[in-house]
T-cell receptor
């Protein structure tokens, strides 16, 4: 199975602070996704990124969120001013090398906002 | 109506049993269908794609009924290692479209 990596595995922050979550997707793909999962709830789509631009975003992805590709291989999800309700697992995902239909998820970053 | 609906379970079954999970989706325009597996506090892992003709991968069989907007997963000869949450997932199109997840069905396989 293709590998997607994420750092850090766990991030603890104070409410109002900025956090940056990082992901290295499967190489040579132009599509890239962020999802989140609040504890005990379903996985929810946040944003998709195609060819260095946001292609779709959900209602959750408000002005506090941004996604960037600072270099050729890394992607970041930034939350500018964290709220308690941002506490969740954040997963990045990337299509597979053999099929764009399927998405493979990274191990996730657990964000805890105090 | 929820976009993707699943019975949350848990389904507690003995090792070796056959268990079936069902899922319904609300958007008739959905084109791609998947089952993912998620272990506690881990990432979703692709189990299999689901095709209209039905498909099988070892002990796992998936079926799609587009007319009823219904997806199923059958697990035969359950193993202890099958214990996990099974996520029903749909996408409007292939290739770049966001995934919409159900809440998952929890399976516990017991000795």
């Amino acid at each position: 199975e293709p590998e997607v990596t994420q750092t850090p595995s766990h991030q603890v922050t104070q409410m109002g602070q900025e956090v940056i979550l990082r992901c290295v997707p499967i190489s040579n793909h132009l599509y890239f996704y962020w999802y989140r999962q609040i504890l005990g709830q379903k996985v929810e789509f946040l944003v998709s990124f195609y060819n260095n631009e946001i292609s779709e975003k959900s209602e959750i992805f408000d002005d506090q969120f941004s996604v960037e590709r600072p270099d050729g291989s890394n992607f970041t999800l930034k939350i500018r001013s964290t709220k308690l309700e941002d506490s969740a697992m954040y997963f990045c995902a990337s299509p597979g090398t053999s099929s764009r239909d399927t998405q493979y998820f990274g191990p996730g970053t657990r964000l805890t906002v105090l | 109506r929820k976009e993707v609906e699943q019975d949350p379970g848990p389904f507690n079954v003995p090792e070796g049993a056959t268990v079936a999970f069902n899922c319904t989706y609300s958007n008739s325009a959905s084109q791609s269908f998947f089952w993912y597996r998620q272990d506690c506090r881990k990432e979703p892992k692709l189990l299999m794609s689901v095709y209209s003709s039905g498909n099988e991968d070892g002990r796992f069989t998936a079926q799609l009924n587009r007319a009823s907007q219904y997806i199923s997963l059958l697990i035969r000869d359950s193993k202890l290692s099958d214990s996990a949450t099974y996520l029903c997932v749909v996408a409007l199109t292939g290739g770049g479209n966001k995934l919409t997840f159900g809440t998952g069905t929890q399976l516990k396989v017991e000795l």
